[in-house]
């Protein structure tokens, strides 16, 4: 399994981006997926998380400008992002809880995209 994000770029404050992350492989099932982000010298946070159903969780900091979503055909999540501030920059991840044909669910991690916000 693999998840692939993209959409990170450099924007001015009050922006907006848009990212995405896909999952491949030989996926059986798909739970709950997420967003995380690391900014320099600062532990990975969580952002927000959206379940299989479509019920989702932010973090208090990103209520009201940024928003989640998915595509279970398409095993990709969204992370909407508008009213961006300069503290919104950082590397974002997304993770996903993945069942592989034969496996058990498991967590798996993107690479990360950057998003830089410029004041």
């Known amino acids: 399994v693999q998840l692939e994000e993209s959409g990170g770029g450099l924007v001015q404050a009050g922006g907006s981006l848009r990212l995405s992350c896909a999952a491949s492989?030989?996926?059986?099932?798909?739970?709950?997926m997420a967003w995380y982000r690391q900014a320099p010298g600062k532990q990975r946070e969580f952002v927000a998380s959206?379940?299989?159903?479509?019920?989702?969780n932010y973090r208090d900091s990103v209520k009201g400008r940024f928003t989640i979503s998915r595509d279970n055909a398409k095993n990709t999540v969204y992370l909407q992002m508008n009213s961006l501030k300069p503290e919104d920059t950082a590397a974002y991840y997304c993770?996903?809880?993945?069942?592989?044909?034969?496996?058990?669910?498991?967590?798996?991690w993107g690479q990360g995209t950057q998003v830089t916000v410029t004041s």
């Open positions: 993770k996903a809880n993945i069942r592989e044909y034969g496996s058990t669910y498991l967590d798996y």
């Open positions: 492989g030989t996926i059986f099932g798909v739970n709950a």
């Open positions: 959206i379940s299989n159903g479509g019920s989702a």
